[in-house]
């Protein structure tokens, strides 16, 4: 135990070179985001799959739609760090996902579901739009300009669930460079030890 401590000393863990680690707040309270310092620390099960059925869990395109930026670690710790009125990071999963795995800190758990127009009331995904996404209606249409920028993620690269909501939103005329899919999702976060929370 004292080898690890002496090691872990001389041989920090940090997120990058010059960033040992990142406080954001999550549900109002802050929250220090850094990479697991036991370098012997492994992968939890359910990201350690290498094969799921396809479909539904097929490997996703690098590039899911025109204008839609696909980021990695790193981006999504700077979205965090503007999260608030103006960027918006959501978990897409649903069922019990976010409760196995944690989400990431600062993160809002909203599942793909309730942005889909076969599994939601027109009104509850308008309300969505409206309240947590700050876009503004007009009548029928919808006035995206001053709406958040949302950054999605779901369990990884074989995962459909954030590729589905950022499809709805392309679909309702959300403009594609206020949308951000971090494809690695929550199996690329742990795999590098990235710290979560229990969902809300």
Same mark, same amino acid.
Request: contains cysteine; hydrophobic residues 40%; charged residues 20%.
């Given at each position: 135990?004292? &080898?690890? !401590? ?5 041989? =920090? ?5 010059? +960033? ?7 549900? !109002?309270? =802050? &929250?220090? #985001? ?10 939890? $099960?359910?990201?350690? +799959?290498?094969?799921? =059925?396809? =479909? ?7 590039? +899911? ?24 990071? #959501?978990?897409?999963?649903? /069922?019990?996902? @976010?409760?196995?795995? /944690?989400?990431? $800190? /600062? ?7 309730? +942005? ?7 009104? %509850?995904?308008?309300? #969505? *739009?409206?309240?947590?996404?700050g876009a503004a209606r007009h009548g029928g249409l919808w006035n995206f300009e001053n709406a958040r920028t949302l950054v999605f993620y779901c369990n990884g690269p074989w995962c459909g669930q954030s590729p589905t909501n950022i499809k709805?939103? *392309?679909?309702?005329?959300? $403009? ?8 690695? !999702? ?5 795999? *590098?030890? *990235?710290?979560?929370?229990? @969902? %809300?």
């Amino acid at each position: 135990m004292a &080898v690890f !401590g002496l090691a872990a000393a001389e041989k =920090p863990v940090n997120i990058t070179h010059d +960033l040992p680690a990142l406080e954001v707040l999550h549900q !109002g309270r =802050p &929250v220090r #985001i850094e990479r697991h310092p036991d370098t012997e620390n492994m992968l939890d $099960p359910d990201f350690s +799959l290498t094969s799921r =059925p396809c =479909p539904p869990y097929c490997i996703q395109p690098m590039q +899911l739609a025109p204008g839609v930026e696909t980021i990695g670690e790193l981006e999504v710790l700077e979205y965090l760090k503007r999260a608030g009125r103006d960027v918006l990071v #959501i978990d897409s999963r649903d /069922g019990d996902w @976010p409760a196995r795995s /944690g989400v990431i $800190p /600062g993160a809002l758990n909203l599942p793909w579901q309730e +942005l889909h127009p076969a599994h939601s009331e027109a009104e %509850k995904i308008a309300d #969505i *739009l409206a309240l947590r996404f700050g876009a503004a209606r007009h009548g029928g249409l919808w006035n995206f300009e001053n709406a958040r920028t949302l950054v999605f993620y779901c369990n990884g690269p074989w995962c459909g669930q954030s590729p589905t909501n950022i499809k709805q939103l *392309l679909a309702l005329g959300y $403009p594609a460079h206020k949308l951000k899919w971090y494809r690695g !999702g929550m199996q690329d976060w742990k795999m *590098l030890g *990235l710290t979560t929370v229990p @969902p %809300k």
